[in-house]
């Protein structure tokens, strides 16, 4: 098979590789469609600290089931379109004993600690199929991005009473945005770029505010009558946006923090206790990757919205070089890796 292999920062070699063996509680697929994720840049730059290469990327994707392992008992078939959760967990440390596996503290993500799918065969685990039906498979390759959304508004409780702040309108936080608006929440999303406000607009957003151009904070308190909103989601990681996320969410309010960054955050003690705030994060998925999955298969073309780019695997470098040099004028970037009939 071939793959395209990270084999050190900002450097993609598509090679020719055998094609993996699966176990018996694995299953051999094809991969039709893989998107770049915001955490395949950090390993591609090297910036993440699990960097390790060589490695094939690629966590979220489509493919085709070639071969399902002697211990599968499950209902796919070999042909069948499916979605992976990428997600290895331990099952014995105590957040995996308490359903919290997306916790794990051994956890593997395909495509991170192990091969993944920018390359046109992977095995997996076959508890990890999720069989993607009728639907195609750029939006099958849509799933785990949106589960990732589908997390946040798990863990921020969020209801059709809500309303929701999201910051930051890359995918995740767009994501976040879909799987608001399906709870009958309203959503004001900010960004700093015009093209990603719009595009919030375009997926349900009630309201945007431009970060940069205009005061973010009015803009907020003037949709909420000057309550603050009920849940507050940072999807930037940057610190000061986190902070204006607390001084915004209204007194009871939640916060879910899905950005990521390894700087720290200034926070005055007094708004804990004076907001009684709720203060969660949110990492991957836990339990919720079927509900993603769901919401795909019924927003369908809808969420094609957030496909910007598509590449086929030979230019996987380019994929990733313009995913990490371009991001104002890229969502999601795609690799076309084999035939999506
Ligand atoms: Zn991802
Ligand atoms: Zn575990």
Sequence with gaps: ???????????IEVKELPDPTPAPDEALLRVEVAGICGSDLHMFDGTNPY?????TQGHEFSARVVALGSAYQGAVKPG????VEPLIYCGECFPCRHGRPNCCVRLKVLGVHTDGAFAEMISVK?????PA?????????????????????????????DTVVVYGAG??????LV??????ARVLVVDKLPSRLELARKLGAEATAEA??????????????????AVAVDATGVPAVIRAAIDAVAPSGRIVIVGISDQEVSIPVIQFSRKELTIVGSRNNAGVFGQALDLVQRLNDRLRVLVTHRFPLDQAQDALDLALDRPQHAEKVLLTITDTK
Excluded: H, Y
């Design 1 to 11: 098979m071939r793959a395209a292999v990270t084999v050190a920062p900002r450097r």
């Design 51 to 55: 960097a390790n290469f060589p490695l």
């Design 80 to 83: 069948d379109r499916v979605t």
């Design 126 to 130: 076959s508890r990890a199929l999720f």
């Design 133 to 161: 039906g009728s639907l195609d498979a750029e939006l099958t390759a849509l799933v785990e991005p949106v589960s990732i959304g589908m997390q946040v508004v798990t863990r921020g409780q969020v209801t059709g009473d």
């Design 171 to 176: 995918v995740i936080g767009q994501a976040t």
């Design 179 to 184: 799987c608001a608006r399906d709870r009958g």
């Design 212 to 229: 940069g151009r205009e005061d973010v904070a009015k803009v907020i308190a003037d949709w909420t009558n000057g309550e603050g909103p």
